[in-house]
């Protein structure tokens, strides 16, 4: 399986190699999914392959990994002047996409041209959706981008929305049912917020090794499990 990190905050490239790696200076001859999509270098020169140790009940795995450094932010702006800069990481994944049964994509939290880059590479769609008026409003608005896209990317569909960072509170119930009614089937197991998260990521775990029997740990398993059962059908 290959990660993208398509995200300029660089998060998911953070908690696999380190702050110092995503917002530190700039490796010398190390590449990142900047140079990959600006069509400087080319995706397999730029991916690193992670042994990821076992941890109590997790088993050990094998990941290839795209990073990111914060300065993938400049191509927000230069990808604006680009020739076909909606199509750059399509082409920079195209000679590569047959060497992995799963690519995911990491997507910024906005509708920039990294992401339009994404779903123009991609064949599905999970949306992850905390609870509020402002994440349904911008969930309204990403279904309406993906139907544009839809028009030359005609494989693209949305696989699944997901509640997350909910909680026992009105707003999250009323948040759930508004997604519901707009998205049928293709509500996806709810996340609940739980602090273990956060604690996770401080200590450089993933939840499944830092509290996969909890709320969160199950949670997380649970939505796996549906995807994967969702993916088979």
Request: with cysteine; proline share 7%; net charge negative.
């Amino acid at each position: 399986m290959l990660l993208v990190d398509a995200d300029p905050q660089a998060n998911a490239t953070m908690a696999f190699l380190g702050r110092p790696f995503a917002a530190g200076p700039r490796q010398p001859g190390v590449d990142t999914a900047y140079e990959v999509i600006m069509g400087q270098t080319q995706a397999g020169q730029a991916i690193q392959t992670l042994d990821l140790p076992a941890n109590g009940e997790v088993p050990g795995a094998c990941l290839d990994l795209l990073p990111a450094h914060i300065d993938l932010a400049e191509a927000e702006i230069e990808l604006v002047m680009a020739f076909e800069r909606e199509r750059k990481m399509r082409q920079a994944l195209e000679p590569i996409r047959d060497s992995y049964h799963y690519i995911i994509i990491d997507c910024p939290p906005s509708l920039g041209q990294l992401t339009l880059n994404a779903l123009m590479a991609a064949t599905e769609v999970i949306i992850p959706v905390d609870p509020g008026v402002f994440p349904l409003a911008g969930l309204g608005l990403l279904r309406r981008t993906i139907e544009m896209v839809k028009r030359v990317n005609p494989d693209l569909h949305i696989s699944g929305v997901v509640p997350s960072r909910a909680s026992r509170t009105t707003l999250t119930r009323v948040s759930r049912e508004q997604i519901e009614e707009a998205f049928g089937d293709l509500l996806l197991p709810v996340i609940p917020q739980r602090v273990a998260v956060g604690e996770g990521q401080m200590v450089g775990q993933d939840i499944f090794a830092y509290d996969g029997k909890g709320a969160a740990g199950l949670a997380f398993a649970d939505l796996v499990g549906e995807v994967m059962r969702r993916g088979q059908e």
